[in-house]
């Protein structure tokens, strides 16, 4: 889905600047508009846009969204920040205070706040934050400009690292999003920003557009970024849920996803373990010094009977309540598997949650192996069946509800952080060809 982020500067109120966005929309293929000072605050309805419904906003931050898809849900925890659920997706809209130092500070305080309370969710930061992340981001002239404080970029920094972002537009040499001219000087600043959750950098594109504040059709004075997300909007039915944590606990999930997901079907039939299971037990279990097993997304359970046989107390959790393997009241286990799973799940927020699931069994200092279908595999298959793109993989079956995506070991570790775990220092490689794996470890503390 590629969004447009946009400080339009009160103007979209004037037919000629309307006229000239929406041409600007379609020709990018736009899907939603994220505007900061979109109209006049004291306009009491929101221009309307062609092609555009309305989702939500006032005159300091709003949303539109193609007329094709269907609106996320829109709030506002400060008039300084909108918060939308675009499906697996949370965006954080910011239109940070255009004349203090100090208030943008406090405000990214807030923010670092907003996004902990989020608990590893993938988040989108994006807007005008009236401020130059680095000095070489602000000049005044040909000199550095002072107008972004030391404290500002200290708390932006603990944003960043706190919740895990990277900013998609810093370039070795800076792409103003904003220039005017001040007492004869021209000032120059990257404050129109991005800033995305790392593991999603590599399936997301982000490019600043100058024409709409250059050009011959331009209609404010600020850059765009078009932000192009691994997110496929379709219509929503919020009561649905897939193998998230309201699911698997029985507790309340903000994440939304929906039954026409079926992963249970891709689980295989098999009379005898797998070799990702044998692996575990000929390779792993001795030098971790494994006696609990519990294969968490377990299917039909095949590779239980496999763990029980080496001398292993195990048990099998799949939510699909049809292959008969309850959530256990046990937790404290050694080691969990999740063998191709997280490939079957269509977002990473839903990835991120079932590894918190699964972590939520180990006992402190224990150990959860994960094992998924490689990039490659998936490329491969979908290139010969002809999958639809659906998120950040692939419709394997559209009618039966069956999604892939391959995820490399790089990948497990990133979701792994989110999840609170870590890479397991001196765990034995398995000899897995064909597939990609990750040991991880759950924190004592």
Same mark, same amino acid.
């Given at each position: ?161 706190? =919740?895990? &972002?990277? /900013?998609?537009? *810093?370039? !070795? +040499? ?6 005017? @001219?001040?007492? $004869? ?8 920003? =991005?800033? &995305?959750? /790392?593991?999603? *950098?590599? !399936? +997301? ?6 024409? @709409?504040?250059? $050009? ?18 379709? +219509? ?210």
């Amino acid at each position: 889905m590629l969004l447009a982020s946009i400080n339009l500067n009160r103007r979209l109120g004037a037919v000629g600047a309307r006229s000239n966005l929406a041409a600007w929309l379609r020709e990018h293929g736009v899907k939603a508009v994220l505007a900061q000072e979109p109209f006049k605050p004291a306009d009491r309805r929101p221009p309307s846009l062609a092609g555009f419904t309305f989702a939500g906003g006032d005159g300091h931050l709003a949303v539109w969204t193609s007329e094709d898809i269907a609106p996320p849900a829109v709030s506002s925890p400060a008039p300084w920040v909108q918060r939308i659920e675009l499906e697996w997706l949370l965006v954080l809209q910011v239109h940070l205070d255009a004349y203090a130092g100090a208030a943008r500070a406090a405000q990214l305080a807030e923010l670092t706040a907003m996004t902990a309370a989020e608990d590893g969710r993938p988040l989108l930061l994006c807007g005008d934050f009236n401020l130059a992340p680095r000095p070489e981001d602000g000049l005044f002239g040909a000199e550095t400009s002072t107008f972004t404080t030391n404290a500002e970029r200290r708390m932006l920094r603990q944003l960043m690292l706190g =919740a895990g &972002l990277v /900013d998609t537009t *810093a370039e !070795t +040499a800076p792409a103003f999003t904003f220039e005017r @001219v001040f007492s $004869g000087k021209p000032s120059r600043f990257r404050c129109d920003l =991005a800033l &995305l959750s /790392d593991h999603l *950098a590599a !399936t +997301a594109t982000v490019t600043p557009d100058a024409t @709409v504040r250059t $050009g011959e059709r331009a209609f404010t004075d600020h850059s765009a970024l078009l932000i192009d997300l691994p997110v496929t909007g379709r +219509a929503a039915d919020p009561g649905d849920v897939l193998f998230a944590l309201s699911e698997l606990t029985g507790k309340d999930s903000a994440a939304p996803a929906r039954r026409e997901y079926q992963p249970h079907k891709t689980a295989m039939s098999r009379q005898a373990p797998s070799p990702a299971s044998r692996a575990v037990t000929e390779h792993l279990t001795g030098p971790l010094r494994v006696r609990s097993v519990l294969d968490h997304g377990c299917g039909r359970g095949a590779d239980i009977a496999h763990y029980r046989s080496t001398g292993l107390y195990a048990e099998g959790f799949d939510p699909h309540e049809a292959f008969g393997w309850p959530r256990p009241e046990r937790t404290g286990f050694d080691l969990i598997t999740s063998m191709f799973v997280l490939n079957v799940l269509p977002d990473p927020w839903q990835r991120i949650q079932v590894l918190k699931d699964a972590a939520s069994f180990a006992r402190p200092g224990g150990h959860i192996v994960v094992v998924t279908r490689s990039p490659e595999e998936i490329a491969k298959a979908a290139a010969d069946a002809g999958w639809a793109a659906h998120h950040d993989g692939f419709w394997s079956s559209r009618s039966r509800g069956t999604f892939q995506r391959g995820i490399d070991s790089g990948e497990i570790m990133a979701l792994a952080r989110r999840a609170g775990l870590a890479p397991a220092a001196g765990a034995p490689v398995l000899p897995l060809p064909g597939v990609c794996h990750a040991v991880l470890t759950k924190p004592r503390t």
